[in-house]
């Protein structure tokens, strides 16, 4: 989601979306009046059209062009890339893509995950600067490494890829997926935070604050490390977030999901002089503490006058402890002349149960958060049931009162594989399959399997143990499922 800093009320919403026939695209819809009303949806064009796209994340720049990243590839794994589409309509139409990096520039690692884009205000008429970070897909083998790409004419061409880490800042070895999660400041600064594990250094995982300095260099010190802490559910959603206050131009804050009390939580920690010291670490959500209720999925922002505005999904009134329980979205505020944050308060209006296809097809249970002339907009998303569904959420902070729609209905094809990890067959269940293809995690399809009666089993007993990818043909569409055999 994005809002329009010149104009609050327009506001633009982009997912993973079904198009019959087609494999997932990116789509948009826009709202003029604070999200009343909504645009038709808008798809955004496939580069081949053997590909498939993912991670959206979208910004306006100064001069009200609007940006979006997100991920176009082909499903076997060989070619694509991380592309921008610009829109100087709003969102109600986008340009030509323009290639960041190509999916197979780092040879073996695949830098096609997580493509967020943060945009440096510039002044006057001049092109804001863009970047660009992102990741090695989630199936690439340590040790893996963030990267880095930049813009200063509106897209129309990027510096060459480089590693955010550097020696003495190194991810390290262990980390699957380094993440950089980024953010600019009111004087057009770049910051980005990424975690790093390197034991003979310390012992914990931290995060390093990396500053991006002219002409493409960065600025580290060891005293911007957080240090982070292990998760007790491995399915948590534990991605993390940096926001820059708009009114404060050292003033920083990062959130993360941890685990310091047993269960996971959201914290909070902040730096008032650009990242060289950071304060202690506030728990967000006010639920009784150790309780094993899981708190995931949070996204932060600050307003124009330096509210911080925070949302998560949220499992306090779940019957049970853990993953699979059902959960609501909940958020809090930390005015700019308070030291802590509020009481929390509910965003949906329900809550949404726990449903297996979440492992399936996680990538759209997603969430956004920002706020404006104290009004807080919301959006998350779910596919249960085979169903994508798109809540917004506008919230009158003075009031209390939210209003929560249903903004998007996207029926997709129901589709299981089971068990997850398989021996040696794997159930096909779900309705209007047809075929089932497992390929490798190098786009080789090794087992083609035509299905004719439902529920229907694939013995998958000659294949070796590691990771698929089943491409599940149906008669709404194509599904890709990621599979493991034992």
């Given at each position: ?287 009784a503490v150790g309780n094993g209720k899981m708190q995931d999925m949070v996204w932060a922002n600050f307003d124009e006058h330096g509210n911080i505005i925070a949302a998560w999904r949220d499992r306090r009134n779940s019957p049970d402890t853990g993953y699979e329980e059902p959960a609501e979205i909940w958020g809090a505020i930390k005015w700019a002349d308070s030291s802590a944050f509020s009481a929390n308060f509910q ?140």
């Amino acid at each position: 989601m994005a809002l329009d800093p010149s104009t609050p009320q327009h506001i633009v919403v982009g997912w993973m979306g079904t198009v019959p026939g087609v494999h997932t695209s990116i789509k948009t819809i826009v709202s003029y009046n604070g999200g009343a009303t909504w645009s038709a949806p808008v798809a955004i064009p496939h580069i081949a059209g053997t590909y498939t796209s993912a991670d959206v994340s979208m910004a306006f720049d100064h001069n009200n062009n609007l940006f979006m990243s997100y991920i176009d590839h082909s499903e076997n794994n060989d070619s694509g890339g991380v592309y921008v589409v610009m829109s100087t309509d709003g969102g109600l139409s986008w340009g030509a893509p323009s290639k960041v990096i190509d999916g197979y520039a780092d040879p073996g690692k695949a830098p096609l995950d997580r493509p967020w884009i943060a945009i440096g205000k510039a002044i006057g008429a001049a092109p804001d600067t863009l970047y660009v970070t992102t990741k090695p897909a989630p199936w690439i083998p340590v040790p893996n490494r963030p990267y880095f790409m930049m813009s200063t004419d509106s897209a129309q061409s990027w510096t060459p890829w480089r590693y955010i880490d550097t020696t003495g800042y190194f991810v390290g070895n262990d980390i699957q997926a380094p993440m950089a999660a980024p953010a600019t400041d009111s004087a057009g600064r770049f910051h980005c935070m990424y975690p790093v594990y390197v034991p003979s250094v310390s012992v914990y995982p931290r995060f390093i604050l990396a500053t991006h300095q002219l002409p493409n260099t960065f600025s580290y010190n060891a005293a911007y490390s957080v240090v982070g802490a292990a998760q007790v559910d491995t399915m948590a959603k534990v991605g993390y977030r940096l926001i820059c206050d708009p009114t404060k131009n050292n003033h920083l804050a990062f959130f993360t999901i941890t685990a310091w009390d047993g269960d996971a939580d959201v914290f909070c920690t902040e730096s008032f002089d650009g990242g060289n010291t950071w304060g202690s670490h506030q728990r967000v959500n006010d639920d009784a503490v150790g309780n094993g209720k899981m708190q995931d999925m949070v996204w932060a922002n600050f307003d124009e006058h330096g509210n911080i505005i925070a949302a998560w999904r949220d499992r306090r009134n779940s019957p049970d402890t853990g993953y699979e329980e059902p959960a609501e979205i909940w958020g809090a505020i930390k005015w700019a002349d308070s030291s802590a944050f509020s009481a929390n308060f509910q965003i949906s209006d329900t809550a949404a149960p726990y449903d297996s296809i979440y492992l399936d097809r996680a990538g759209n249970d997603f969430m956004n958060v920002a706020m404006a002339q104290d009004t807080m907009s919301a959006v998350w998303g779910d596919d249960r049931t085979g169903a994508l569904n798109i809540w917004f959420a506008r919230r009158d902070m003075a009031t209390g009162t939210t209003v929560v729609k249903n903004i998007v209905h996207e029926q997709t094809p129901i589709v299981q594989l089971f068990p997850d990890p398989a021996k040696t067959v794997l159930n096909v269940a779900g309705k209007d399959i047809t075929t089932v293809d497992l390929y490798d995690m190098v786009g080789r399809l090794l087992l083609h399997h035509a299905v004719h009666t439902l529920p229907d089993k694939i013995d998958i007993s000659k294949l070796r143990a590691g990771v698929y990818s089943a491409h599940i043909q149906t008669d709404q569409g194509l599904v890709t499922i990621e599979v493991v055999k034992q």
